[in-house]
């Protein structure tokens, strides 16, 4: 064999290897491959900050989200839809006063926020 | 998905290509001893000297307040391999009289027969699929070493400058009442386990390619070294015992033995995604320093063994600024190699000087040594450069993990079967050496650096007491893989030999016996040294966190610390790579971490705000932890943890994800 070839097929060899790595890290780290968790974060997440608007992540299968909101002025609750891999944020009135509770709840589990 | 995958890894490869593998290359073009290496060691070599040549050219940009930016780095690297092409072309290569014959020995070492080559292929490829079968499950990054090191990666990445090696350090009020003492912030003290060479070559990486460090990129870079490496050692082996009817032999037994077998455990593929970097690229210089080394004593043209010093010198430099253990070893190995040379080679002392000092009293060797001396003085000083962290270092071992290995612990820890024939190597090599045996073809100073090289770290091993070694002995231990599969490799070649030379009916047996006790005892250990999937869904959701954290904590006011848990959390240490990619201020130890509960027993007087603030919150001690530390955020395990925490009224609940959720104080 040609010595030019085979540093050729060597490297081919150590490229495929390492690009084979690469690909599965990618899969692995991707929120949604493989995965089946949602998160629940707050907007402005100071707890100075006067807005209550909050944001529902979803990297699981379910895409229907039931939330609650609680304040001593202030209840409402509806349903949201948010389909798997994509986030949305739900506003809320800007005159809240604290404490505000964010119950959300999907087919699995339920998460809170408060402040 | 595919076509930004693909552009990715085009850029990836690109960026190691003008980083590491073009600059070493036109190195060796515009060097005199270009004409002795072949081209696999061209290519191999390249490696190990274009990272050195990228390392000195990050630190001069940085010394010259030249910002790392992706153009800045690409720009450095046209001009570096601009200016050595140019070199190359200007430079009327002055030909020596023994140009023919080295082109000669290189063909022949090379015209492998068509079996060899297929033995090579064959165990690159089980090597490769060996390793990466082990990394399929572990190059998704979690490693806490990985992380600590990726930290300063982000920071010269974001900020563009040379870090500074410092954090701040929390201590305890009262030492002596620690566990319930409140703590404070005790100033600023510097790290001198980070090395600088550790991490701007990843920079330098990073920017060119876009990539994110919280990615497979920093451990696809060492395990490209760590192959490297491995070609290196083959290259040696070669060379070594070049005058042997058994060189190619030798080499693809020595790939054998540190390639797919034992592939795994030790400062191998686990050190790759362990992200042990120092001792990674720190085995790639000491193959390389030790190869050009080689090359330097027995080249027959002066200027080309003078080149080849100069090589030396250049990875010695690299090594400096790389990685301090793996200094502090290969000093060991050279202190080791000349004495037994010197001693086998009394009486001809006057002759060694006088051929050592022909190769190093010459303009260029000495322009460039004074070249490196001025770098370690004006340009950067290592942080482990000062009495204080040398003399903890050296003198007699302070600690029990220090005091050395019981000879069977480093047998285990090298592969049992690999050790015990490097062993039995050694000690025909040894004979050869005192010349109990003839072994025809070696040269004394081959002999020298291997027996410098197994012994040396043997001893620094077992018994660190007798030479002034106080470093923890495992870790050295972990060097003694690389010799040992040279010799190793060697007394499998020579047994062979000496069998076939003899016309033995059972010389066939032999080989065979030989390759399936090696295959099974070295493959035994890869199976039992892989690890289950990863738990990459926990990591996912605390990067999730720690990217929600660092994009919405108050940039404008430094003072506001983080806190988060190391016991519970996976991946927790790379919080702090994320904080870096927002924060180019952010501390290395931001955020503040609740270490392993056992660390508070075993260290009485640390401080235990960090292990309160979380277990127990609303404690008064808690509370005034939280003020002298401005701590306004943590993030715990959801499950674990959160329960305390949603009974205070002290703290708001702002995120919440299946395994972390994040309280910020009122």
Avoid at chain 2, 178 to 197: E, L
Avoid at chain 2, 501 to 511: E, F
Wanted: net charge neutral.
């Amino acid at each position: 064999m040609k010595h030019n070839t085979f540093i050729l097929l060597l490297a081919v060899l150590i490229m495929g290897t390492m690009s084979t790595l690469a690909w599965v890290e990618r899969s692995q780290s991707s929120p949604v491959n493989d995965k089946d968790w949602w998160a629940l974060s707050y907007v402005s997440p100071s707890p100075s900050a006067t807005v209550f608007d909050f944001v529902i992540e979803n990297f699981s299968s379910s895409e229907r989200f039931e939330y609650r909101v609680d304040s001593a002025t202030y209840t409402a609750s509806d349903v949201i839809l948010v389909p798997a891999g994509e986030r949305s944020v739900v506003a809320l009135p800007d005159d809240l006063v604290s404490p505000v509770t964010i119950t959300v709840q999907s087919s699995t589990d339920e998460k809170t926020l408060y402040k | 998905m595919i076509m930004p995958f693909l552009f990715q890894q085009t850029l990836f490869y690109g960026a190691l290509f003008l980083t590491m593998v073009a600059p070493g290359y036109l190195l060796i073009l515009c060097s005199r001893s270009c004409a002795s290496l072949h081209l696999f060691e061209r290519l191999a070599l390249s490696v190990p000297l274009g990272f050195s040549l990228t390392t000195f050219g990050y630190l001069f940009l940085g010394k010259l307040h030249i910002t790392l930016t992706a153009q800045s780095v690409f720009l450095f690297a046209l001009f570096l391999c601009c200016i050595l092409l140019v070199v190359k072309t200007l430079r009327k290569m002055q030909s020596c009289q023994h140009s023919d014959d080295c082109r000669e020995e290189s063909r022949e070492l090379f015209s492998w027969t068509r079996l060899q080559g297929y033995a090579f292929l064959l165990i690159a490829t089980l090597m490769l699929f060996v390793k990466g079968f082990y990394l399929m499950n572990t190059i998704f990054p979690t490693s806490t070493d990985l992380g600590h090191h990726m930290f300063w990666v982000q920071k010269i990445m974001t900020t563009g400058e040379l870090p500074v090696y410092e954090k701040v350090i929390v201590e305890s009020d009262a030492p002596d009442m620690a566990a319930t003492s409140p703590a404070s912030f005790a100033g600023v003290q510097s790290i001198p386990d980070f090395i600088i060479g550790e991490h701007l070559i990843f920079a330098g990486i990073g920017l060119l390619s876009a990539s994110d460090v919280v990615s497979a990129f920093p451990s696809l870079v060492l395990f490209l070294v760590h192959l490297i490496t491995i070609f290196l050692m083959v290259l040696l082996a070669l060379r070594i015992f070049s005058g042997t009817r058994y060189a190619q032999s030798a080499a693809l037994w020595t790939f054998l033995f540190i390639g797919p077998l034992y592939a795994i455990s030790g400062a191998q593929a686990k050190f790759v995604s362990g992200g042990v970097v120092g001792n990674i690229i720190g085995n790639m210089l000491i193959v390389a320093a030790l190869y050009v080394l080689y090359r330097s004593l027995t080249h027959s043209c002066i200027s080309r063994a003078r080149s080849f010093l100069m090589f030396f010198f250049l990875l010695l430099f690299a090594l400096i600024y790389t990685h301090h253990l793996s200094l502090f070893i290969l000093g060991y190995v050279l202190v080791f190699s000349i004495v037994l040379y010197v001693l086998r080679h009394a009486l001809r002392l006057r002759e060694t000087l006088l051929q050592w000092g022909r190769l190093l009293f010459c303009a260029p060797v000495l322009v460039f040594l004074a070249l490196g001396v001025t770098c370690l003085i004006a340009i950067h000083t290592p942080s482990y450069l000062n009495v204080e962290t040398v003399s903890s270092a050296t003198g007699t071992p302070e600690k029990s993990t220090r005091v050395g290995l019981p000879f069977a612990q480093v047998a285990d820890m090298s592969g049992s079967l690999r050790f015990f024939l490097g062993a039995l190597g050694a000690l025909v090599l040894g004979g050869a050496l005192i010349g109990v045996r003839k072994l025809p073809g070696i040269p004394l100073y081959a002999l020298c650096i291997l027996l410098g090289w197994v012994v040396g770290i043997f001893f620094m091993s077992v018994a660190p007491g007798l030479l002034g070694v106080n470093i923890l002995s495992t870790r050295i231990a972990a060097y003694i893989i690389f010799p040992l599969a040279l010799t190793a490799g060697f007394l499998c070649a020579w047994l062979i030999a000496l069998v076939q030379s003899r016309y033995h009916p059972l010389a066939l047996h032999v080989i065979l016996f030989l390759v399936i006790v090696a295959l099974a005892h070295g493959m035994r250990d890869n199976s039992q040294s892989l690890v289950s999937e990863p738990k990459t869904q926990d990591a996912v959701q605390t990067f999730h966190a720690a990217d929600y954290l660092g994009s919405t904590l108050p940039r404008a006011d430094d003072s506001v610390w983080s806190l988060k848990d190391h016991n519970y959390i996976v991946a927790d240490t790379w919080m702090k790579v994320i904080f870096a990619r927002y924060s180019p201020q952010t501390d290395y130890s931001n955020p503040l971490s609740r270490g392993f509960f056992a660390r508070y027993e075993s260290k009485p007087r640390r401080e235990h705000c960090t292990l309160t603030m979380i277990s127990d919150p609303g404690s008064p001690l808690a509370k005034t932890c939280f003020d002298n530390l401005s701590v306004s955020t943590v993030t715990v395990h959801t499950t674990q943890d959160s329960g305390q925490f949603d009974v205070l009224d002290d703290f708001v609940k702002v995120y919440e994800n299946d395994v972390v959720t994040t309280y910020w104080r009122k």
